[in-house]
């Protein structure tokens, strides 16, 4: 079922939903293009393992689009600041606690972005949750011994030259593409149940409004001569509001879930607009 192969370069987040795992069925379905934007970048596996001359990488959350503007920046110097945090000293409950407030409090860019791959390593499952006041509230994940993923950093860094990094919502990504532009669109999914909502990457929810406007956008830019490729679980909200779209579909394990009882295979569908 996984397509990634021995060539495919990881993402040096974790990240829900990150597509690593169906790269190849991506790229077999992405037109050519001059600039590939992405309006949910998240970690970056489509980016990290397509050919665009450019790229305009895009997110809601700004802890995120932080943390790639300053390794874009920086490069070695701050994989190496990142690294520090990684500790067999750093990697008990009270570190991490500790280390999480430091992140929720400082106004430190560098710091905060360096403490978002401490937690992202560090924390349950490799989440991404915030609480309604905007902190971070991800619990100590009791890993061996956490990954630091210094030549995955090194990867990014130096792909990310071609890149631009804009924090925002999907709306206004969307609507200023133009033609040359394809667009990857890979939006926080509906819930398959209750249980099994993936909508917390940032303090906003994404709603089904949200899923309809990001289909209004997609057929106008198709119109525009923008091709535009959607992922999504397979539901009746895809039969029904992707109908103006070439969709394929196949089944994928979903590996992060909150409970162990939600990982079993679902189908997926990639849908293009064009
Ligand atoms: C399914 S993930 C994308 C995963 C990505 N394709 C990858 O391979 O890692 C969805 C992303 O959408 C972002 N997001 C949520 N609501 C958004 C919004 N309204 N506008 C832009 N980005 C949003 C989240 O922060 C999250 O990173």
Not at 142 to 157: A, D, N, S, T
Request: aromatic share 14%.
């Amino acid at each position: 079922m996984s397509r990634a192969n021995d060539a495919t370069i990881r993402p040096f987040l974790k990240w829900a939903g990150g597509k690593y795992r169906i790269i190849e069925r991506i790229r077999e379905l992405l037109p050519e293009g001059e600039r590939l934007v992405e309006p949910f970048v998240g970690s970056g596996a489509v980016f990290l393992n397509t050919h665009y001359p450019t790229y305009l990488l895009a997110d809601s959350n700004p802890d995120l689009i932080n943390l790639y503007r300053t390794l874009r920046t920086e490069g070695a110097a701050f994989i190496a600041y990142c690294k520090r945090n990684f500790t067999a000293r750093n990697n008990s409950a009270e570190s991490y606690y500790r280390l999480r407030e430091v992140f929720n409090t400082t106004r430190d860019v560098r710091r905060k972005s360096a403490l978002f791959v401490y937690l992202n390593r560090h924390g349950y499952n490799g989440l991404c949750r915030y609480n309604a006041r905007g902190r971070f509230n991800v619990p100590f994940g009791r890993y061996k011994r956490p990954y630091f993923p210094e030549r995955e950093m090194w990867l990014f860094h130096e792909k990310a030259a071609s890149a631009r990094f804009v924090l925002g919502d999907f709306t206004t990504v969307l609507g200023d593409t133009h033609a040359g532009d394809v667009v990857y669109a890979d939006p926080p999914y509906l819930p398959l149940s209750r249980t099994a909502n993936f909508t917390s990457y940032s303090a906003g929810v994404f709603t089904l409004e949200d899923q309809l406007r990001l289909v209004q956008l997609a057929e106008q830019a198709a119109q525009r001569g923008v091709p535009v490729l959607v992922s999504n679980h397979d539901t009746e909200f895809v039969k029904r509001d992707y109908r103006n779209a070439h969709i394929t579909r196949f089944p994928v394990q979903r590996f992060i879930s909150r409970d162990g009882a939600n990982r079993r295979p679902a189908r997926e569908v990639l849908a293009l607009f064009a």
